[in-house]
């Protein structure tokens, strides 16, 4: 689908999809707290709005934190990436938790891209621990922490973005 300026969208320049199911997503985020499980211990848990979220209520019951923050990043406006606006960064109380540098805080998100939403939260937190679950090589230097990588011409579609529906069978041109 072009759309009407007929700039591809990061999703169409991205063409190959890969859909995730929930259950897929919890068991990458249990691997992810695995791997994670070894490198802490964590003071907090710090989600990037909103992707971030999902991750961080999984990682956070298996680690058992209980101290969550967030930072709100705008940045794609469902799959075009214009500027990126942080529109509420974390507590006073989590950032001095983090001694000011965010050392011993765990920052979620659920993938890293072109790493531009990564290196921001980098700069704001630049001693605490980052971690996706999934990772495009241009993204994937920016992570401390990740499970899978993907190719950069990847579409991820995230449980909470898609729904079921009828598809037409694969002889009949299905993708
Ligand atoms: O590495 P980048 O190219 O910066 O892309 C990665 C970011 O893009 C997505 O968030 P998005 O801005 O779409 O917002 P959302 O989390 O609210 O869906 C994703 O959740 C990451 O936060
Ligand atoms: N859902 C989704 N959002 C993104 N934002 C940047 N890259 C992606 C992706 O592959 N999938
Ligand atoms: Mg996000």
């Known amino acids: ?13 991205a063409g190959r999809p890969f859909p ?5 997503f919890h068991r990458d985020c249990r691997a992810l707290t695995w791997r994670l499980n070894e490198v802490g211990p964590f003071h907090a848990v710090i ?17 058992g ?10 940045s794609y406006d469902h799959d075009k990436q214009g500027d990126l ?11 001095k938790l983090g001694g000011g540098t965010g050392k011993g805080l765990l920052i979620v998100d659920d993938l890293v891209d072109t790493g ?24 994937r230097p920016l992570v401390d922490t990740y499970i899978t990588e993907v190719s950069q011409d990847t579409w991820i579609f995230f449980p909470w973005d898609t ?3 009828f598809q037409p069978p694969i002889r009949d041109g299905a993708a």
């Open 65 to 74: 934190l209980r101290v969550i923050d967030t930072v709100c990043v705008a």
């Open 163 to 165: 729904a079921l529906s």
């Open 85 to 95: 606006k942080v529109l509420k960064g974390i507590s006073e109380q989590t950032a």
């Open 1 to 13: 689908m072009v759309e009407r300026n007929s700039e591809p969208s990061a999703q169409e320049r």
């Open 20 to 24: 995730v199911s929930w259950d897929q």
């Open 47 to 63: 989600a990037i709005t909103r992707g971030g979220l999902v991750p961080a209520a999984i990682v956070a019951r298996e680690l």
């Open 116 to 139: 531009k939403t990564g290196k921001l939260v980098r700069e704001l937190l630049p001693d605490a621990h980052f971690a996706t679950v999934y990772a495009k090589p241009k993204g």
